[in-house]
């Protein structure tokens, strides 16, 4: 086999392409999780997102509305847990995994008329660039605006979260809901607009694999992208930056153990196979090990319920 | 009015009791149990395809999909018994155990396991198709199509009827072209769209321009087309997702066997069996020849597929060797069913070891 650079572009380009609804669901969960509600329905909200991208684009024959229609989807689905955790003050990990349940069940009964139809072809941007720069040519050009999207979302969720105004309210509300209250601050509605974000980010995830990653829809399609994506922000320590690093590595060591099983290197492939969540986990630990950051940037008051006369 | 209501509601009754005697009476209920979603496209799909030709030829059907293989199907599969199904259909590996041990219980049941081999009981029969016939015309298409003589196979899991396929896939395929290299990944799933995708990108970034495939879903063939390279279609015709890349699609033709099985119970002749059907009997079908194949290839083909029909070719016919090169099939014979059934070694020509 010939390693030349082109070889190596390409592969990172895959890396790039299937770190990209990882990312995107991280991003807003983790919005969702610094106003401090913990929402466990992303695998629900990301296939409801993927059926009703390819349900629109197959009905409507429209890509934009698709992609718009699958993060309304998303927000819709993710109304359900606001209101049952914000307005009935349900339990956030019941209410959470409920909702991944019912996602996986409602996308199966609307997916049953478009199973077997074939997805049409997103457009990718900057195709006739690709080959102007070794390396870097197949990574930068060529993907959808999706993919663009992806890559930015982490430094934008970083700037907005830590250099804008309303950044700050959501991080207050997930530190100290109480005080935050005091000062005048609609906890329940920073709250409400932040898993309604989730959920839209969610939505725009499964799109992405139902329309673009590989246009079909099939039931349980996502196959578990939505727990990887939940595990990624807690070990990322709610940084938006490390999300991205995480994806990376998740999404490369996965397709590196296929190049390395098709070139034949002999390691049983039952470890090749775990590899990606191990060193995902670890590497995430050990970047992340400061305990006075982590305590910083965990919303201390994840996951708990707040009743504004208590 | 009330008269009226009184009445109507009489008749629906006694039209209502009418049905249901009707049903226990005469008609056989037939019932499927699934591993996998309905909505799989792939072999759970196809399963309900030859569900639906039992309903088409006038039974009634029920089927449940998703069952796990586990304490669950036991249960399953007695309240199916208990509920006035007279065959059982259990169209998974896994279901072997819990198959037999709820016939014990309902004798007069009939169960039918599909790819098991485990009869227990005189009520329980196996079926399975010769998928590795299908193969054998995949890989003599490949060996012919590929210009790079490497050729890309995504495994699903390392058990003998995925074996069978890569050895008999690269017997065919080193026939017409002694110099092709099967270079295999294994994927660990039957169906995970997005990890298929990836396995069949990495081994065409590695230089495959034909991909076999051993797992369910179309992501394969999907991105056989993006990169313009050939894929085969796997468990339903898979054209219409990869026009320029699918040459052709191996397909799992359940509904005949499915009918005749039915249709045995109604008239009182079913009895146990064993069937291990191919492309002769239907059970394995070959879609439509894509035009790109050039047309002697596509005659070649259409002969080996009367050949492997009538039983002429066989798809392991020896002289056969193992990886290190110890004889498997001597000269002149072909492999046995049984050899068939527990095939857990490589060919000689494949690369790597299998996963243990």
């Given amino acids: ?310 | 009015m009330h008269k009226f209501l009184i009445r109507s509601f009489v008749s629906s009754l006694v039209l209502l009791f009418t049905l249901t005697v009707a049903a226990v009476a005469k008609d056989v209920k037939a019932a499927f149990v699934y591993i996998g979603p309905t909505g799989d496209h792939g072999w759970t799909y196809q399963h309900d395809v030859g569900r639906k030709a039992v309903e088409a030829a006038g039974f009634k059907t029920t089927y449940v999909e998703g069952v796990p293989e586990s304490a669950d199907a036991e249960r399953v599969l007695r309240q199916l018994a208990n509920s006035g199904h007279d065959v059982i259909f259990t169209t998974s590996f896994g279901y072997m155990n819990p198959t037999n041990k709820v016939a014990k219980e309902f004798p007069n049941v009939k169960f039918e396991h599909a790819t098991g081999y485990k009869r227990e009981h005189p009520n329980v029969s196996t079926y399975a198709a010769r998928f590795y016939e299908g193969r054998t015309i995949l890989g003599t298409i490949a060996g012919t199509m590929t210009k790079s003589n490497v050729i890309g196979y995504v495994a699903s899991f390392p058990i003998p009827e995925v074996i069978r396929g890569i050895n008999s896939f690269t017997l065919a395929a080193q026939k017409v072209n002694p110099n092709i290299k099967t270079k295999i990944v294994w994927a660990f799933t039957w169906y995970d769209p997005g990890k298929e995708a990836e396995a069949a990108k990495a081994l065409i970034d590695q230089g495959a321009d034909v991909i076999a495939q051993h797992t369910d879903s179309t992501a394969i063939v999907q991105m056989a087309e993006k990169a313009g390279v050939y894929a085969f279609g796997q468990a339903s015709d898979m054209d219409k997702f990869a026009p320029k890349a699918v040459l052709t699609s191996v397909e799992n033709n359940w509904g005949p066997y499915y009918v005749d099985r039915v249709k045995a119970v109604a008239n009182g002749t079913w009895s146990q069996k064993d069937t291990w059907h191919g492309i002769g009997d239907g059970m394995v079908v070959i879609s439509d020849l894509d035009s790109q194949m050039p047309a002697d290839l596509r005659s070649k083909v259409k002969k080996l597929q009367a050949d492997l029909a009538s039983g002429k070719v066989h798809s392991f016919t020896g002289p056969i060797y193992d990886q290190k090169g110890n004889l498997m099939v001597a000269e002149g014979k072909t492999a046995d069913d049984g050899m068939l059934a527990g095939m857990m070694t490589y060919v000689k020509g494949v690369e790597g070891d299998i996963p243990k």
């Avoid at chain 1, 359900?80 to 955790?85: D, V, Y």
């Avoid at chain 1, 940084?239 to 999404?251: C, D, E, Q, T, V």
Wanted: hydrophobic share 55%; with cysteine.
């Fill in chain 1, 1 to 310: 086999m010939i390693i030349d650079i082109n070889f190596i572009g390409l592969i990172i380009a895959s890396i790039m392409a299937s770190a990209v609804p990882l990312i995107l669901a991280s991003c807003g969960e983790l919005i969702t999780e610094r106003s401090g509600v913990l929402n466990l329905g992303v695998e629900g909200m990301m296939i409801i997102g993927a059926i009703s991208g390819f349900a629109l684009m197959t009905v409507t024959g429209s890509l934009i509305i698709a992609v718009f229609g699958a993060m309304l989807a998303g927000v819709l689905i993710s109304t359900i847990f606001a209101f049952l955790t914000q307005t009935l003050i349900t339990n956030h990990v019941a209410t959470g995994l409920a909702l991944t349940i019912f996602g996986i069940g409602i996308s199966a009964m609307i997916g049953k008329n478009f199973v077997g139809i074939p997805g049409k072809e997103f457009p990718v941007l900057f195709e006739g660039l690709k080959d102007t720069i070794p390396l870097l040519g197949p990574i930068l050009f060529g993907h959808s605006i999706v993919f663009y999207f992806a890559f930015a979302l982490p430094f934008i969720t970083s700037y907005f979260l830590k250099k804008t105004k309303i950044g700050l309210i959501v991080r207050a509300v997930g530190d100290s809901p109480e005080s935050a209250s005091n000062q005048g601050i609609n906890v329940k509605l920073v709250r409400y607009a932040c898993i309604l974000y989730g959920g839209a980010m969610s939505g725009l995830a499964g799109a992405y694999l139902s329309m673009i990653y590989t246009p079909q829809w099939i039931e349980n399609m996502t196959g578990g992208r939505g727990w990887i994506a939940l595990a990624l922000v807690v070990f990322s320590t709610w940084n938006p930056i490390k999300i991205l690093i995480g994806a990376m590595i998740f999404g490369g060591l996965t397709i590196i153990q296929f190049h390395m099983q098709a070139i034949g290197v002999r390691i049983p492939v039952q470890f090749l196979t775990a590899l990606p969540y191990i060193v995902t986990i670890i590497v995430l630990v050990v970047i992340s090990r400061d305990s006075r950051k982590i305590r910083l940037s965990t919303p201390s008051s994840l996951g708990k319920s707040f009743h504004k006369d208590n």
